[in-house]
T-cell receptor
Framework: GNSVTQMEGPVTLSEEAFLTINCTYTATGYPSLFWYVQYPGEGLQLLLKATKADDKGSNKGFEATYRKETTSFHLEKGSVQVSDSAVYFCALTNQAGTALIFGKGTTLSVSS | NAGVTQTPKFQVLKTGQSMTLQCAQDMNHNSMYWYRQDPGMGLRLIYYSASEGTTDKGEVPNGYNVSRLNKREFSLRLESAAPSQTSVYLC??????????FGPGTRLTVT
């Protein structure tokens, strides 16, 4: 079945640093890909998504491109802020298209 | 428009006790999901309901039961709680295959 692997954290950065969180997947067919974010004490919320190869999802300065040739969906941001400190989850649709499969999450901590 | 709501927010149970976690959504979504979130394990799907009247097992269904009461509501029941079920329980809804919308979670401790 479909699966997703994301880099383990924690990731610790200084404010204004460049961020990359790696996410790779294994899938049959053409799954949709997602990044979710969980801020401290809050529920998960969708950060961005891409539904087909070469699509770029973007939101709040974060970007990720659906790369079919490398089966990747890496999350990037050019200049992180303290307020970006959170847990980030990569996810994809399962083979049947009925549910999402989540990675284990990457904790990002940004200091000023 | 409340989105996805969950009750209770916190709960402490003794081993062997039972309880039902409630979830409701007002987005008219067909599909609903229950996950558990544990440190280092990410989110693991317990059960899901692709549409009203159907339920299916996810990755970790043992020790749980669910009921899709109507299109809005999807409850999760622990019949005999065990310490291994200490976790944060997240409910979500979506149209099948699309992004999921999550509730705030229920933090359950079993002693």
């Amino acid at each position: 079945g479909n699966s997703v692997t994301q880099m383990e954290g924690p990731v610790t950065l200084s404010e204004e640093a460049f961020l990359t969180i790696n996410c790779t997947y294994t899938a049959t067919g053409y799954p949709s890909l997602f990044w979710y974010v969980q801020y401290p004490g809050e529920g998960l919320q969708l950060l961005l998504k891409a539904t087909k190869a070469d699509d770029k999802g973007s939101n709040k300065g974060f970007e990720a491109t659906y790369r079919k040739e490398t089966t990747s969906f890496h999350l990037e941001k050019g200049s992180v802020q303290v307020s970006d400190s959170a847990v980030y989850f990569c996810a994809l649709t399962n083979q049947a298209g009925t549910a999402l499969i989540f990675g284990k999450g990457t904790t990002l901590s940004v200091s000023s | 428009n409340a989105g996805v709501t969950q009750t209770p927010k916190f709960q402490v149970l003794k081993t062997g006790q039972s309880m039902t976690l409630q979830c409701a959504q007002d987005m008219n979504h067909n599909s609903m999901y229950w996950y558990r979130q544990d440190p280092g394990m990410g989110l693991r799907l317990i059960y899901y309901s692709a549409s009203e009247g159907t339920t299916d097992k996810g990755e970790v269904p043992n020790g749980y039961n669910v009921s899709r009461l109507n299109k809005r509501e999807f409850s999760l029941r622990l019949e005999s709680a065990a310490p291994s079920q200490t976790s944060v329980y997240l409910c979500a809804s979506s149209e099948p295959g699309y992004e999921q919308y999550f509730g705030p979670g229920t933090r359950l401790t079993v002693t």
